[in-house]
Each structure stands twice: as structure tokens, then as C-alpha cells.
């Protein structure tokens, strides 16, 4: 099961903090941090960067090797670590906070500040259960459930690489909104995915879905 780091992003607010974070962040990070003006997004940027370090070497243990573990991305835009072999991870920051999954297996993860909902997000990428689960919920109820899916809809996003295009409105993900986990079976590839939510601060919904082996 994949390792879930989370951090406020709050302290690499502050200009000095983050100058000292880019010694510890992968040169693709510290490329992307430099090119942004707004504090609060490089602070996203800077504090992802720093949990995939940390939690790459802590899933390693002894085996990690020393210094920066280099980042680079595949064609469809998933990142994968150049220099170390078997381990996947997943980043994802919203408004405060910022995540980190990391696995043995393909993974996805997303974290999403909750505001309010988009109704066209949901006629778009939702599956006809799932709004019409939506539906049936108080208007407080609703926000929550509607921002829990659109994190696991982002999940399967960042684990496929395949974008928004792919058929997000035929995954029905309401199984994962009663808590605990789901395992979706994909009879076209015989490939399976372990969904799940994550615990995550007050105002915010966050979701992983990984890779299940045979």
C-alpha cells in the first residue's frame, strides 16, 4: 500500500525558507519553483518537492542512496524517478497543503481544497450513479461527497497519465464513499486499481488509487 505524505505548505511562504528548500527538491522541481512568481504556488511546488524526497528515502530505508533523487516525465506527463528503480510516486498540492504518495506500484493521488462545486465538472467526468448519488445529499453532504469523487477522478488521472480525455464519466467510484477501499476490475485489459480515500485536514478531500498485481 502506497505511503500518504501531507504538509502545509505555509512555512516555505517565507523567501528565506525557501531559497534554503531548493537545495532539497530535484532539478525539474527547482526549475518549475524558479519560473513562478506567485509565493503561495511555489510554496506548493517547493513543499511536494521536499515529501517526495523524504518519502522516497523513507521508503527505501537502508537502501536509499545518498543526495537528490532526479525526477523527469514521461510523454504523457507522469513523472518517474530516473535513478531509482521500483518505487512510483504521486504529487498533488491544493491552496495549503501538499501530498505525496509513494509505492511499489503505479499510483495516483490527489488533494483538492473544497469550494464550491462546478456543476459542469460533474455532467462532464461523473458517471450517471455518482451524480445521481449526489443528487440524494444535503447541500453540505454533497460538497464533500462531489470533492472526495473529483479527487479520485484526479487519482486515475495521475496513475493512467492519460488526461482528462480518458472515459472518467464510465468509472463510477461511489463504492469509496462509504469509506474503506475498492478494487476495480477492467475486463478490456484484465488490469485491477485499489481506490481509496485519505484521511486529510478539515475543508480539503484526498484520494489514492494504485496498481493491484496478480
Known sequence: MAQIYLSEVKLLENERNAKEALDGVDPLRREEAAKVKDVKKKAQILTAGLLLQHGAREFLGDKAPAGIYNVAVEEGGKPYFTDIEGVYFSISHSADMALCAISDVRVGADIQQRREIRSDIAGRFFHPDETEFLRKLSVNES???????????????????????????????????????????????????????????????????????S
Open 143 to 213: 460538497e464533500k461527497a462531489f470533492f472526495d469523487l473529483w479527487c479520485l477522478k484526479e487519482s486515475y488521472v495521475k496513475f493512467t497519465g492519460g488526461g482528462l480525455s480518458q472515459g472518467l464519466d464510465e468509472l463510477d467510484f461511489t463504492p469509496v464513499l462509504g469509506g474503506g477501499f475498492a478494487v476495480f476490475e477492467f475486463t478490456e485489459n484484465g488490469s485491477r486499481i485499489r481506490a481509496e480515500l485519505v484521511d486529510a485536514p478539515h475543508g480539503y478531500s484526498a484520494a489514492v488509487i494504485e496498481e493491484v498485481r
